[in-house]
């Protein structure tokens, strides 16, 4: 079994909104259900899980059953961290999923995600135990010496930058994060899964990432976002039969 745990519980404060961007409305539908929306429709997903902040869950229910999830299985209170909230989501799985199932995380707010990816994600997996989309670096890179120059050259040749979503055998991601909770790993990492990985010494594998923007971050995303949907609108206007 495939499922996506799809994290909801970031509070979108580079957004500007009052309310967390994943329940922002674009067109009048939350960003979480046209990310939700994806999922549902990928044949490769078989169940999904929401994480979630507490004081948001009620509206979460209601966003899947508006908008008709019904992969969604389980939802779950999300953490203080993105870690703890996806250790949150891992852990509510014990005992539910087997340990050769596959986890894809993603975030709530990456309703640019093509399926494509997923599936892309979920096949390398099975052949490597993980798969994370990433994408060659188009630019030219550095590394700060501060915030105002640099003086070091990256080859962005040897770069890599990490997408949206990152998939794993679940037993080996269960394994890992109780490691980091009984070493006390957590507090001392990057906040998210791949940097656990690396701190534990484990190789990750790339997927594609064909998405145009890997998550909503900021209100210009949110735009971006819009702008595709208005453009696929009238793709489908343009390529229906005239009545």
């Given amino acids: ?43 490769n997903i078989h169940a ?36 703890e909230s996806v250790m949150n989501g891992v852990f509510s799985l014990r005992g539910k999923v087997e340990p050769d199932d596959i986890a894809v995380i993603s975030f709530g707010v990456s309703p640019m995600t093509p399926i494509e990816d997923i599936n892309d994600g979920i096949r390398v997996c099975k052949e490597h135990g993980n798969a994370i989309a990433a994408k060659d670096i188009d630019l030219c890179t550095c590394i700060k010496d501060d915030e105002y120059s640099t003086t070091q050259n990256l080859l962005r040749e040897t770069i890599k930058g990490f997408s949206n979503p990152w998939t794993f055998r679940f037993g080996e991601l269960c394994d890992a994060y109780e490691t980091a909770k009984t070493q006390g790993l957590l507090d001392e990492l990057e906040p998210h899964t791949t940097s656990l990985y690396f701190a534990l010494g484990k190789r990750l594998w790339f997927s594609q990432s064909t998405a145009k923007c890997a998550k909503i971050t900021t209100r210009e995303d949110l735009d971006l976002f819009e702008g595709q949907l208005l453009l696929e609108e009238r793709r489908r206007q343009e390529h229906s039969p005239v009545q």
């Fill in 1 to 43: 079994m495939n499922i996506a745990i799809v994290l909801a519980g970031g509070t979108g404060s580079r957004v500007g909104a009052d309310i967390p961007k994943q329940f922002i409305k674009i067109r009048n539908k939350p960003v979480l259900a046209y990310t939700l929306e994806i999922f549902q429709a990928c044949d």
């Fill in 48 to 83: 999904i899980e929401i994480v979630c902040h507490k004081d948001w869950l009620d509206e979460a229910h209601r966003i899947a059953e508006e908008y008709a999830i019904t992969k969604t299985k389980w939802f779950v209170t999300g953490g203080a961290t993105f870690q």
